[in-house]
């Protein structure tokens, strides 16, 4: 054996007593504050300690990002709500269908009334109107409980033309947002005065009307510029005028007129109808044509008449002029001429009476047309203008 030390007996002295000095030092969790991990009990099974799965902290992190997401949502839905029940949705959505030419939707959105006679409201009619809305801006809206104004410039022949829009509140949505209704626009109107017989039938961008008793007719109309003449068939005419309405409200247009004049068949057809007249009048065998403008006098109440006529000696010679206001205006430039004859029996004997020549005078009116020509009314009744004999 050898003096030197066993292998193993001084390094396991070594080492345990290095064991006991590390053993004095403190811990990192003692002097750090931080916790330390509870040790094990000799002899005690140590309880395995618990850890999230990934399921679970997916499923928190999912659930955060749910909240964010539904107070996202709800305040890009209350944006959203907000501005579709905006005051001027209804007006936007009415001048949409207008300027696009859908005639029928925007009237049945804004509520507003029409008739079968009111034929400037439809989708084809307002198709053939020239200065149509063609855009708008919206410039306000106000609110004053449940009322709101709306504001807006209309964009009609170039020209930036106000407009202003009611709308009442009548009800909400959720109990939240309001419920907007357009109070139906007071529409403008085309006013025609015709120059010309009553019950005329006029053309206003293609539509035909009849005009009242007076010659007049107003149709609800639309912002735009209309054309507008006369049918006149193949009698009398008119040169076509323009009426221009401008927005909405009290915006009729400027009444137009038409200034009838005869063609050259109504003037033929008034002349024919002056001629008409006068042979009605010498076909008579009364000494007081009814609705003539000559007669005869001076019978002797104790003679019986017999064979009694008129004969016309000389036509008189008229012209027509414009319309006044019973109708076209025919004047006489020449006189005519036109002589009574009877024979007669009583206390002095028999023989002939003449009476004339008298005057014809064919000044008056033609008052209008039908399938058969003129109508010539006299403007001297029994020759009240005339000496007659």
Request: negative net charge.
């Amino acid at each position: 054996m050898t003096d030197e030390p066993d292998a193993h007996g001084p390094a396991d002295t070594a080492d345990t007593q290095g064991q006991d000095r590390w053993a004095a030092v403190p811990r990192v969790a003692d002097i750090s504050g931080t916790r330390a991990a509870p040790q094990p009990v000799a002899g005690q099974a140590q309880r395995p300690r618990r850890r999230l799965g990934r399921r679970a902290v997916v499923g928190l992190v999912a659930g955060g990002a749910a909240v964010v997401l539904l107070l996202v949502a709800g305040v890009v839905g209350w944006s959203v709500g907000t501005d579709a029940h905006s005051a001027d949705r209804p007006v936007r959505a009415f001048l949409d269908d207008l300027s696009g030419g859908r005639v029928d939707s925007a009237l049945r959105d804004a509520g507003i009334q029409h008739g079968r006679s009111d034929v400037l409201l439809t989708d084809a009619a307002y198709a053939k109107v020239k200065d149509r809305v063609t855009g708008y801006r919206i410039t306000g809206v106000q609110r004053d409980g449940d009322t709101a104004t709306v504001g807006a410039y209309l964009t009609q022949a170039g020209r930036q033309v106000p407009a202003t829009f009611t709308l009442d509140q009548t009800g909400t949505d959720w109990g939240v947002f309001p419920v907007w209704t357009l109070q139906a626009p007071r529409l403008g109107a085309v006013e025609v005065a015709v120059q010309g017989p009553p019950k005329a039938t006029v053309t206003v961008s293609g539509q035909r009307t009849t005009t009242s008793a007076s010659g007049t007719a107003t149709l609800k109309a639309l912002p735009g510029s209309y054309e507008v003449g006369v049918d006149g068939g193949t009698w009398f005419t008119a040169d076509a005028q323009t009426a221009t309405v401008r927005g909405f409200g009290d915006t009729a247009s400027s009444p137009v007129t038409l200034t009838t004049a005869l063609t050259e068949a109504g003037q033929q057809a008034a002349t024919q109808a002056v001629e008409a007249w006068v042979d009605g009048c010498i076909a008579s065998t009364s000494t007081t044509p009814d609705g003539c403008s000559f007669y005869a006098y001076g019978e002797n109440p104790a003679n019986t008449y017999t064979n009694q006529k008129w004969t016309l000696d000389a036509r008189p010679t008229v012209s027509v002029a414009g319309w006044e206001t019973k109708g076209w205006l025919v004047t006489t430039s020449s006189y005519g001429s036109a002589t009574y004859t009877a024979d007669f029996t009583g206390p002095a004997g028999s023989g002939t009476a003449t009476a004339g020549p008298i005057n014809v005078n064919a000044s008056g009116y033609v008052t209008g047309f039908s399938d058969s020509g003129a109508t010539f009314v006299s403007a001297v009744g029994n020759g009240s203008s005339d000496s007659g004999s």
